[in-house]
């Protein structure tokens, strides 16, 4: 009945919102702004003719090979780092810098060394990924319950059946909200990268339209980013709903 009540909720909010923006973005000179079914018209208008989904297809090979493998070198390098006194020590102050420079400021940098295809855009949305993760990860394994560490040790389990039975289980959790942060930030880089290096992709539907002004067609790469960001949200939410069932919050009456 809450789930019900819950989607009910949104489904009205929703509603509301594009409702009002229907009438006053018909009032704004389109130049300008535009309305929900000037975006819903572009969007058929750009699918019917292949191309939303020749650079849609782009950006995500952009973003699958930069998530991927910011997730393979974050996620092992935050369970070393964080059970490694060693290691976390040796990397704590590359691993600070990193995360706190603008990549903004770097893309050039980038550009010079890797070029301007798929590799340098790959590098950046990498760059994006790996430390939200990362931290998350870190701070997950940190974070494992020092009782249940105990109790494991108690009954003599080695090191690897305490990574897999009591670490990683209790880490899970901010692993999978450490994705949820990398997924919106990959994203961000992944347009970044277009617009910096070769242009393609989402991003380079965005310099296009708002370069020749067609706002309802420049909207179209931005809904589209916008769902591809709560998709994903979403996913990973009901994944870890699955993977580690005890950590639901208690929900509100």
């Not at 010079?112 to 340098?120: H, P, V």
Request: charged share 15%.
């Amino acid at each position: 009945m809450s789930a019900a009540r819950d989607n009910t909720i949104r489904v009205l909010s929703l509603v509301l919102v594009l409702g009002v923006w229907e009438v006053w973005g018909r009032s704004v000179n389109p130049i300008l702004f535009t309305y929900p079914t000037a975006i819903a018209r572009a969007t058929v208008e750009l699918s019917a003719s292949g191309e939303l989904w020749h650079y849609l297809s782009q950006s995500l090979e952009v973003l699958f090979y930069g998530v991927l493998t910011g997730t393979v070198v974050a996620i092992p390098l935050g369970v070393l780092t964080a059970r490694s006194r060693l290691l976390d020590k040796a990397t704590e102050m590359y691993v600070n810098a990193l995360y706190t420079t603008p990549m903004v400021a770097i893309v050039p940098l980038l550009v010079l060394w890797f070029g301007f295809g798929i590799q340098a855009k790959t590098v950046v949305v990498f760059l994006f990924t790996v430390f939200p993760l990362l931290i998350n990860t870190y701070q997950g394994v940190k974070h494992v319950d020092s009782k249940l560490l105990e109790v494991a040790r108690s009954f003599c389990s080695t090191e690897r059946e305490l990574w897999f039975d009591v670490i990683l289980p209790s880490a899970l959790p901010f692993i999978i909200a450490g994705m949820r942060l990398a997924l919106g930030r990959a994203l961000v880089g992944m347009v970044l990268a277009e617009f910096y290096t070769s242009i393609a992709g989402l991003g380079y539907m965005i310099v296009r339209y708002s370069n020749t002004f067609q706002t309802a067609k420049l909207f179209v790469p931005i809904v589209v980013l916008m769902a591809m960001g709560v998709a994903s949200s979403e996913v990973l939410k009901r994944l870890e709903r699955r993977l580690a069932p005890w950590n639901r919050p208690i929900e509100e009456e």
